[in-house]
């Protein structure tokens, strides 16, 4: 009997393994940055709808992933984040390197040829540094595929 109070007084005490709400885990460091945005690859919009805007994103951030427009694919480049890291003016993304297929044939002129590493456009394709200028205004410095500023896709 008295073992089974011990157990009930360390459930009740906070010792046992039922998470609590300080206990739940934190909000990634780029947790502001979630969602669609547009922009980047051109001056920004001054008015747009959300569904305008929700039809084309340029830039598109989750909790693992950050996705970006290409003129030359109707697809969206994906690159798995390795870690966030938040700075005094924004954040600082590291990518997964990614795995390369081993080539399985050649290009037409017959040489085999790996698919390009997609990035931002910045120093390394590994790596992307997002400057906040606002609540809803980013850019990404030292990126030539990104020369202006984005901004993020109003919900309704």
Not at 77 to 83: K, L
Not at 112 to 138: K, M, Y
């Amino acid at each position: 009997m008295r073992r089974v109070a011990l157990c009930v007084l360390a459930l009740l005490s906070g010792a046992g393994t039922f998470p609590t709400h300080a206990q739940a885990p934190a909000l990634p460091p780029h947790a502001w940055l979630f969602g669609a945005w547009i922009g980047g690859l051109y001056p920004p919009p001054v008015t747009l709808s959300a569904e305008q805007c929700l039809a084309q994103p340029v830039v598109i951030f989750t909790r693992d992933l950050a996705m970006r427009a290409i003129f030359t694919d109707v697809t969206y480049a994906q690159r798995q984040i390795e870690t966030v890291r938040a700075t005094a003016t924004g954040a600082e993304f590291r990518f997964v390197a990614p795995v390369q297929p081993a080539a399985e044939g050649g290009t037409l002129l017959g040489s085999p040829a790996a698919a390009p590493v997609s990035g931002f456009g910045c120093e390394t394709p590994d790596v992307l540094h997002v400057l906040r200028q606002g609540e809803n205004q980013i850019s990404f410095p030292h990126c030539a595929d990104f020369p202006y500023p984005l901004i993020r896709c109003p919900a309704r």
